[in-house]
């Protein structure tokens, strides 16, 4: 803990560097006055600690040095796994990070972005479930995971090249009658494109193949129904299995076990976003892996270098495979 | 996104309200006026969708309404849960999160610490492994997990009646060769107490037991070697398990299955955390659960309401055993 109580003023800083006043307050906002009197300045305000208040140099500056990070929570680890990599990466950059979360709720949504333009923020980086959203236009806002708007960038995994590759592995993996089971958000986005991709990778090498899509959270009922269909007199119709998301896929990989269906014996899977498997190296499932690092990375350098000319609307960056356990 | 591109200022609502501008600065600032003023204000900043700049507001309140929030990561699930529930309590409570993440680094620790004062927060919540912390004493400052001043008000679960408890219970499921295995920090925390709540419990019930305790990450070699030493002619020397964590929990079974010890008909093992399974309802072992919304709830209101005579120097909130299948 810190011995002083009270903290130093410009006033102090002046009068240890034998300036004026006048000089000091230069210094501090970055107006240019001559080496010796700045190094002085930099040298009784270090001697004193000194700590210049952000805050008015944000109002005078306009500019917080801080940046507005808006996920539906940081408990499922694909969003907390973002805001970490946001969080090490602004750092790394001299920029702080507020947290807003909005439980998928689109008016929450709304109400975190009116709070942080009220707190000023250099720029706003979201994953947003609300179409609707006002946003002002003067300030940076790039959106992850879902085309939001022709004016705002949106940075995403490559999910049609994922579906077309985990198609492609299931078929290399020695798989003929692929399915594609997924559940869907009503608000389009990105992730949309992965049972696309997986499509055209079929239809193009002529490998059967079933789109099983359902819509909403409460979807799996669907899927375990669908399941139910597909099995006769103890067997499995398909020998392949992609699935939308790596939670999806543990789910129907239980479902599966329980109708003694083994995995990958019977039926391979393949899952989508490359979640670490909590307490070990790998994954639960073979997986489809999104780049988060580089999404992370992307978001911010767009947002930080915004010039609105040359920023691209989308930014897709590669995915890769990565073997689990699902599959032969 | 928003049709207009110009701001309304503090004039436009003193024009469209019918009042002088002396009037809307004090409507702003909290300065009492009349109703039917105060009312006219209002109503026009409203129509107009004038925001208040809230720096400009925290410098002159010196209150910000933003609070610091400092974790190692936000990817393991007990600092990511931890994280998101002091961003919606805070949320609820009118407060805007910053979120620093340090990767257990002192240094960057301190780093974060120094920042976060630059921008004048209001408090700041912290999961630290920095003894020598120097954070100023005028800044309100909650600690969880980790006594680190006596000073500083410290948040945690009660870790001792949590190990008591882990006992009691694999004693009550027919277990009377107990173990415990855990690998601890260098840095003292209440997470320390686990195993003495343990030896504890098994002390005053003369129940026959042994604490195995290694230090820091590399520790898991230790753990395996222990295993390997208590096993003869493929039988285990102990019947129940009460690991310090459930991330070190699922680590031990797993090498556990691997020489063909069967949980838990062989060995009976807790866990200690509540980490919730990935993509299930439940967990991943029978384990003591930490109460995580308790914790984040009662370091906010220990943070907004600090009047330093009356604050506890440490608050335990009571953990819970939650049932999973790794327990008779």
């Known amino acids: ?112 972005i009116d709070m942080v333009q009220q707190n000023k923020v250099d720029g706003i980086i979201a994953i947003t479930y609300n179409p609707e959203l006002d946003v002002k236009e003067d300030i940076p806002f790039v959106i992850i995971d879902r085309k939001f708007h022709h004016r705002v960038p949106c940075v995403s995994s490559d999910n049609y090249a994922g579906g077309q590759l985990a198609a492609e592995k299931l078929v290399e993996k020695g798989c003929s009658n692929l399915l594609f089971l997924g559940i869907s958000s009503h608000v389009p986005g990105e992730a949309d494109k992965r049972n696309l991709g997986f499509a055209s990778y079929c239809q193009t090498n002529n490998i059967k193949h079933t789109i099983h899509r359902v819509w909403d959270e409460d979807g799996f009922d669907d899927i375990k129904a669908f399941i139910d269909s597909s099995i006769k007199n103890g067997k499995f119709a398909y020998d392949g299995i992609f699935v939308s998301t790596d939670m999806l896929a543990i789910q129907v990989m239980d479902y599966l076990k329980k109708h003694d269906i083994s995995i990958p014996e019977d039926v391979q899977v393949i899952g989508f976003d490359g979640i670490p498997k909590f307490g070990f190296d790998g994954y639960y499932c073979s997986t489809i892996k999104q780049p988060l690092d580089k999404m992370a990375a992307t978001a911010i350098d767009i947002l930080l270098n915004q010039e609105i000319n040359s920023t691209p609307s989308l930014v897709c960056l590669p995915v890769e495979y990565c073997e689990g356990d699902t599959t032969k």
């Open 1 to 112: 803990m810190s011995k002083t109580n009270k903290l130093p003023t410009m006033k102090d800083v002046a009068v240890a560097a034998g300036v004026s006043l006048g000089t000091v307050s230069k210094v501090f906002n970055g107006i240019p006055v001559g080496a010796e009197y700045k190094n002085k300045v930099d040298a009784a305000a270090k001697m004193l600690g000194y700590q210049v208040n952000e805050y008015a140099r944000g109002l005078r500056a306009s500019k917080t040095n801080t940046i507005a990070v808006i996920v539906p929570n940081v408990i499922h680890p694909f969003y907390s796994t973002l805001a970490d990599m946001c969080c090490n990466k602004l750092s790394e950059k001299g920029y702080r990070m507020l947290l807003a979360t909005t439980s998928f709720d689109p008016q929450t949504e709304q109400q975190c």
